[in-house]
C-alpha cells in the first residue's frame, strides 16, 4: 500500500519501512512518536473517530488555509481513515487493520479500548508478533489508571511546576507540553527496542509509557535531588541549583544567558569582563563555592556586565568558548537555526499539497528522513485503506527488490500484511 519514496543511500530502503503503525492515538504523545517512525520510513496509518483527532480544532494559531499549526506539526507522513468503533463494519475494519499492524500504538483511558476488542491481549490474540504500544497519564495500575493524562496536569502533580518561576511568585508551566514530547519521546524509544527485540526472537512485546514515569525520568537531576540527596529543589528563577553563574544576566541594554559550568569557563568570563583576579579569589575558585556564594559573586559581575551590550558579549565570550546566547524570541530561534545552516524548515508533501514544517531531529551520514506527505485530510485516505484490507493477506503481491536507481519504492512483505 505504500507509496513512500527511498531516500537511504544508493536508493535503498530507509531503516522502518516495511513496517506498518496503526496510529490509534491523538493529541501529541502518540502522533509526535508516529511522525518521527513514519520520517524513518515506516507507514503510518492514523484512526480517527468522525469529528477527528482534538488538534484538528486547536487554534488559533492557524496555517494560511486554516489547518491548525497544532496539528500539522505532528502529524506528516502518515494517511488517515475515519473509522467509528460504535459501527459494526468501522471496528471490523479497526480490527483488521490492528491484526495486520506491525506496532499498534494507542493512548486511550486504561481499558477503554477492551470493549471494542482493541486491547493488547485482544490484538495479540491474532497477531502474536505485535508490538502494542500504550502511553497514559499515570499508568495502568492502581489508583493512577483512573485519571485522565493531560501534560498540564501531570506538569503540576510531577513537581515541574514548583520548579518553574520566580522564587516569590506563582508555579508556572512550561511553555510547551514537555511531558507529552518526553512520553512521545520514550515510546519511540521503547517501540525501536521492541521491534529490534522482535528481529531476535520473532516475539511481539506490550510497551507502555506514562507521562508521569516520563516526568520522574525527565526531571533527572532535580528527581535524583530527593531520591538520591533528600532535598526537595525549589524553583529559583531562570537560576540553576548547582551552577553559577548559569543563568539570564542583565548587560547594558538587554539580558543575555551566561552558562559557565566549570572553573576554566569562569576564568576566560572573568578575564572578558577585566576582573581576571576574582576567578583567583578563594572564595570563589570551584563550582560549589561559587554556587554557595552566589549573592556575593553576582553584584561583582554584574557591575561589569553592565559594561557591555548583550551582542558585544555574545561576540567575546563565544570567542574564548565561554557559553553564552540572547533570549530569543521563536521567531529569532527559527531565523538563527537557519543562520548556523541547521535548515530547521523543510517542504513536506509536494505540488499544490506541499506545506512547510520543521525538519526531523536528526541527522544520519547514510540517509535523509523523508518529507513526502503533508498532513493528511480527515479522512483522506479511507477508502485506499479500506480497499487494502479488503484484499485477503494470501492475495497481496509479493515484495519486489529495490533498486538503486528507483523513485518509487519496492513494496515490502510486512507492509503488504
Same mark, same amino acid.
Given at each position: 500500500?505504500?507509496?513512500?519514496?527511498?531516500?537511504a543511500?544508493?536508493?535503498? @530502503?530507509?531503516p522502518?519501512?516495511g %513496517?506498518?503503525i496503526?496510529?490509534?492515538?491523538?493529541v501529541l504523545?502518540?502522533p509526535?512518536?508516529?511522525?518521527l517512525?513514519a520520517d524513518l520510513?515506516a507507514?503510518v496509518?492514523k484512526?480517527e473517530?468522525?469529528s477527528?483527532?482534538?488538534?484538528r480544532? &486547536?487554534?488559533?494559531?492557524?496555517?494560511p488555509?486554516?489547518?491548525?499549526t497544532?496539528?500539522?506539526?505532528?502529524?506528516?507522513?502518515k494517511?488517515s481513515?475515519?473509522l467509528?468503533?460504535?459501527?459494526p463494519?468501522?471496528?471490523a475494519?479497526?480490527?483488521?487493520?490492528?491484526a495486520?499492524a506491525?506496532v499498534? %500504538?494507542e493512548n486511550?483511558?486504561?481499558g477503554g479500548l477492551?470493549k471494542f476488542?482493541?486491547d493488547?491481549?485482544?490484538?495479540?490474540?491474532?497477531?502474536?508478533?505485535?508490538?502494542?504500544?500504550?502511553?497514559?497519564?499515570?499508568?495502568t495500575?492502581g489508583?493512577?489508571?483512573?485519571?485522565p493524562g493531560?501534560d498540564l496536569?501531570v506538569?503540576a502533580?510531577s513537581? #515541574?511546576m514548583?520548579l518553574?518561576?520566580s522564587p516569590d511568585?506563582p508555579p508556572?508551566?512550561a511553555g510547551?507540553s514537555?511531558?507529552?514530547?518526553?512520553?512521545?519521546?520514550?515510546s519511540?524509544?521503547?517501540?525501536?527496542?521492541a521491534?529490534r527485540?522482535r528481529?531476535?526472537?520473532?516475539?511481539?512485546?506490550?510497551?507502555?509509557?506514562?507521562l508521569m514515569a516520563?516526568?520522574?525520568s525527565?526531571l533527572v537531576?532535580?528527581?535524583?535531588?530527593y531520591?538520591g540527596?533528600?532535598?526537595t @529543589?525549589?524553583r529559583?528563577g531562570?537560576?540553576?541549583p548547582?551552577?553559577?553563574?548559569?543563568?539570564?544576566?542583565?548587560t547594558?541594554?538587554d539580558?543575555?544567558?551566561?552558562?559557565a559550568g566549570?572553573?576554566?569557563?569562569f576564568s576566560?568570563?572573568?578575564t572578558?569582563l577585566? %576582573?581576571?583576579e576574582?576567578?583567583?579569589d $578563594?572564595r570563589?575558585?570551584?563550582?560549589?563555592?561559587?554556587?554557595d556564594?552566589?549573592d556575593?559573586?553576582r553584584?561583582?559581575?554584574e557591575a $561589569?556586565l553592565?559594561?557591555h551590550?548583550?551582542?558585544? #558579549?555574545f561576540?567575546?565570550?563565544?570567542e574564548?568558548?565561554?557559553?553564552?546566547g540572547p533570549?530569543?524570541t521563536?521567531k529569532?530561534?527559527v531565523e538563527?537555526?537557519e543562520?548556523?545552516?541547521?535548515e530547521p524548515?523543510v517542504q513536506v508533501?509536494t505540488?499544490?499539497?506541499?506545506?512547510?514544517g520543521?525538519?526531523?531531529p536528526?541527522?544520519?551520514?547514510?540517509m535523509?528522513?523523508?518529507?513526502d506527505l503533508?498532513?493528511?485530510?480527515l479522512?483522506?485516505?479511507?477508502e485506499e485503506?479500506r480497499a &487494502?484490507?479488503?484484499?485477503p493477506?494470501s492475495?497481496?503481491? $509479493?515484495?519486489q527488490p529495490?533498486?538503486?536507481a528507483?523513485? $518509487?519504492?519496492?513494496q515490502?512483505?510486512?507492509?503488504?500484511?
Amino acid at each position: 500500500m505504500t507509496d513512500t519514496a527511498s531516500h537511504a543511500a544508493g536508493g535503498a @530502503p530507509l531503516p522502518l519501512e516495511g %513496517i506498518m503503525i496503526a496510529d490509534f492515538s491523538r493529541v501529541l504523545a502518540g502522533p509526535y512518536a508516529t511522525m518521527l517512525l513514519a520520517d524513518l520510513g515506516a507507514e503510518v496509518i492514523k484512526v480517527e473517530g468522525p469529528s477527528g483527532d482534538d488538534t484538528r480544532t &486547536w487554534v488559533p494559531p492557524r496555517r494560511p488555509d486554516g489547518v491548525s499549526t497544532y496539528y500539522a506539526a505532528i502529524n506528516r507522513n502518515k494517511k488517515s481513515i475515519v473509522l467509528d468503533f460504535k459501527d459494526p463494519d468501522d471496528l471490523a475494519a479497526a480490527q483488521q487493520l490492528a491484526a495486520r499492524a506491525d506496532v499498534v %500504538i494507542e493512548n486511550f483511558k486504561p481499558g477503554g479500548l477492551k470493549k471494542f476488542g482493541l486491547d493488547y491481549d485482544s490484538v495479540v490474540q491474532d497477531n502474536p508478533s505485535v508490538i502494542y504500544s500504550s502511553i497514559t497519564g499515570f499508568g495502568t495500575q492502581g489508583e493512577g489508571a483512573k485519571y485522565p493524562g493531560y501534560d498540564l496536569i501531570v506538569q503540576a502533580m510531577s513537581g #515541574l511546576m514548583s520548579l518553574t518561576g520566580s522564587p516569590d511568585g506563582p508555579p508556572f508551566r512550561a511553555g510547551i507540553s514537555v511531558f507529552d514530547v518526553m512520553a512521545g519521546l520514550h515510546s519511540t524509544i521503547g517501540i525501536l527496542a521492541a521491534l529490534r527485540q522482535r528481529d531476535h526472537t520473532g516475539e511481539g512485546a506490550h510497551v507502555e509509557a506514562s507521562l508521569m514515569a516520563s516526568a520522574m525520568s525527565g526531571l533527572v537531576n532535580q528527581t535524583h535531588a530527593y531520591v538520591g540527596g533528600g532535598t526537595t @529543589p525549589m524553583r529559583m528563577g531562570n537560576a540553576h541549583p548547582s551552577l553559577y553563574p548559569y543563568e539570564a544576566m542583565p548587560t547594558a541594554d538587554d539580558d543575555v544567558i551566561i552558562a559557565a559550568g566549570n572553573n576554566t569557563q569562569f576564568s576566560r568570563l572573568c578575564t572578558v569582563l577585566g %576582573i581576571p583576579e576574582i576567578a583567583e579569589d $578563594e572564595r570563589f575558585a570551584d563550582v560549589g563555592d561559587r554556587t554557595d556564594r552566589r549573592d556575593e559573586l553576582r553584584p561583582i559581575l554584574e557591575a $561589569e556586565l553592565a559594561k557591555h551590550t548583550a551582542q558585544e #558579549l555574545f561576540e567575546k565570550l563565544n570567542e574564548v568558548g565561554v557559553p553564552c546566547g540572547p533570549i530569543n524570541t521563536i521567531k529569532q530561534g527559527v531565523e538563527y537555526a537557519e543562520a548556523l545552516g541547521l535548515e530547521p524548515v523543510v517542504q513536506v508533501g509536494t505540488g499544490a499539497t506541499s506545506v512547510p514544517g520543521v525538519r526531523h531531529p536528526l541527522t544520519f551520514s547514510t540517509m535523509t528522513p523523508r518529507y513526502d506527505l503533508a498532513p493528511p485530510t480527515l479522512g483522506q485516505h479511507t477508502e485506499e485503506i479500506r480497499a &487494502w484490507l479488503q484484499q485477503p493477506v494470501s492475495q497481496l503481491p $509479493e515484495p519486489q527488490p529495490t533498486e538503486p536507481a528507483q523513485t $518509487e519504492p519496492a513494496q515490502t512483505e510486512r507492509t503488504q500484511r
